[in-house]
């Protein structure tokens, strides 16, 4: 059977296939495959209702998927938080790729948080502070999808290690594409150096992984590259992949 074979079949039960049944027998047949041809299963199966999200760390994500699927939507978190240099990231993806970039606001602005819930919520409840600026505008702006891409790696960190190439997002009722689950940092490097992907400059400055900058430090060499995510709060996740 080929890529093109299941595509096919998936297509003409969609009528009465449950969305989980397709994650479970796709999750089988494209452990393994490359990237790209994950890719293309995902767009022949869910087309326009598949999105792909993106922190602007860099645009490797966007560089696979719109090589598949031209003008796809890729939804970027504003936090109100972001470095300059994030935000910098974004608008170059922009003008760069055949993407359509969509902001996604929290409910509230920084101030109106900080009015209603006190300042530095990020260094007394950052989990709180994750779910408003990131998790709970993020389950928003997916509920139009059937399905979206994201570009967490098993070799991350431990609580990403058992991530599968396509899985049921349950806390949001869709299907979740994982194209580089199985990815190295080595692959990664050698992907954004042999295709010229645009990365965020933060990364040459010591920032292999990038967040909010408030919860973001550098990080010295030798170092786990998440290290510098929420350092010393004993949080090593916002919440959008758990």
Known sequence: ???????????????????????????????????????????ATFGDRLCLTSSMSDALLI???????????VLFIDTGYHFAETIGTRDAVRQVYDVNVIDVSPSRTVEEQERDLGPRLFGRNPDLCCYLRKVEPLNRALEPYLAWVSGIRRDESPTRAGTKVVE?????????????????????????????????????????????????????????????????LGKVECGIHL
């Not at 560089?63 to 939507?73: E, H, M, Y």
């Not at 199985?182 to 992984?209: C, F, K, M, R």
Request: aromatic share 6%; net charge negative.
């Open 1 to 43: 059977m080929t890529l093109v074979d299941i595509e096919v079949g998936l297509r003409r039960q969609r009528g009465t296939l449950d969305l989980q049944d397709i994650v479970e027998s796709a999750a089988a047949f494209l452990e393994g495959a490359q990237a790209r041809d994950i890719i293309r299963w995902a767009a």
């Open 63 to 73: 560089d696979l998927v719109s090589r598949v699927k031209p003008g796809v939507d």
């Open 168 to 232: 049921w997002d349950a806390k949001r009722q869709m299907v979740k594409v994982n194209p580089i689950a199985a990815w190295t940092q080595e692959d990664v490097d050698n992907y954004i150096s042999d295709n010229g992907v645009l990365i965020n400059p933060l990364h040459y400055d010591g920032y292999p992984s990038i967040g909010c900058a408030p919860c973001t430090r550098q990080v010295a060499e030798g170092e786990d590259p998440r290290s510098g995510r929420w350092a010393g």
